[in-house]
Nanobody, 125 residues
Framework: QVQLVESGGGLVQAGDSLRLSCAPSGRTFSGYAVGWFRQSTGKEREWIAGISRSGDFSGSADSVKGRFTISRDNAKNTVYLQMNNLKPEDTAIYYC??????????????????WGQGTQVTVSS
């Protein structure tokens, strides 16, 4: 069982930046591809970024492309989501998720076996 812990959320103003972190408890993260998802009130949980096990491949959703960057440091056993130029519509609970079935990241929630508890990001206008 892999337990994921997210951190770095908070309340910021539009245009500010935040960096979210995701780390597993008691496991090496390098064997897992990781995705970041978010869910705002009344909406489905949506994929926003993913990164392969090695970190060589990554991608992000059109809604955050150019503003959010996913990265990983396997030496530090951590995956990051750098969020710049935040907008009020980015307000949501952000979740990291991990899977070991595929070397590359996927876009589908059901592909991910392990989830963190979520961290709240609130962007005021």
């Amino acid at each position: 069982q892999v337990q994921l812990v997210e951190s770095g959320g908070g309340l910021v103003q539009a245009g500010d930046s935040l960096r979210l972190s995701c780390a597993p408890s008691g496991r090496t993260f390098s064997g897992y591809a990781v995705g970041w998802f978010r869910q705002s009130t009344g909406k489905e949980r949506e994929w926003i970024a993913g990164i392969s096990r090695s970190g060589d491949f990554s991608g992000s959703a059109d809604s955050v492309k150019g503003r959010f960057t996913i990265s990983r440091d396997n030496a530090k056993n951590t995956v990051y989501l750098q969020m710049n130029n935040l907008k009020p519509e980015d307000t949501a609970i952000y979740y990291c998720a991990a899977q070991s079935s595929f070397a590359d990241f996927t876009y589908y929630r059901d592909d991910y076996s392990y989830w963190g508890q979520g961290t709240q990001v609130t962007v005021s206008s």
